[in-house]
């Protein structure tokens, strides 16, 4: 399966985007998808996942409540719908996808979930940029 993500660009601070990944070749090797970023100079940070099975969702503390995560299956697509963009969030986004026997990658570190990077499937980034 291969992934291709797309939709970044740039944006004013207090704008939204929404970013596509679309999957092609063995789709049914898929299950739970996840977003991630890394901006110039920082760690790759673990934003939201979706269970594939029953659409359970987790967001990062420093995202939640802005935004959002969703598929569409027709179209082989998932997406992160990021509203209110600030400076902050300038970085390269990244999607990923695991199989139905590696499930979301969440994992406790010191007593909080956190996204890990365990999926075998990896989009190319897109980048967002956003401007005061």
């Known amino acids: 399966v291969q992934l291709q993500a797309s939709g970044g660009g740039w944006v004013q601070a207090g704008g939204s985007l929404r970013l596509s990944c679309t999957a092609s070749?063995?789709?049914?090797?898929?299950?739970?998808m996840g977003w991630y970023r890394q901006a110039p100079g920082k760690e790759r940070e673990g934003l939201s996942c979706?269970?594939?099975?029953?659409?359970?969702?987790w967001y990062a503390d420093s995202v939640e409540g802005r935004v959002t995560i969703s598929k569409d299956n027709a179209k082989n697509v998932f997406y992160l719908q990021v509203d209110d963009l600030q400076r902050d969030d300038t970085a390269l986004y990244h999607c990923?996808?695991?199989?139905?026997?590696?499930?979301?990658?969440?994992?406790?570190?010191?007593?909080?979930?956190?996204?890990?990077?365990?999926?075998?499937?990896w989009g190319q980034g897109t980048q967002v940029t956003v401007s005061s």
């Open positions: 990923a996808a695991n199989p139905p026997t590696k499930g979301c990658g969440l994992q406790v570190v010191d007593g909080s979930l956190e996204l890990s990077s365990e999926y075998e499937t």
């Open positions: 070749g063995n789709i049914f090797s898929i299950n739970d």
């Open positions: 979706m269970h594939g099975s029953d659409g359970r969702t």
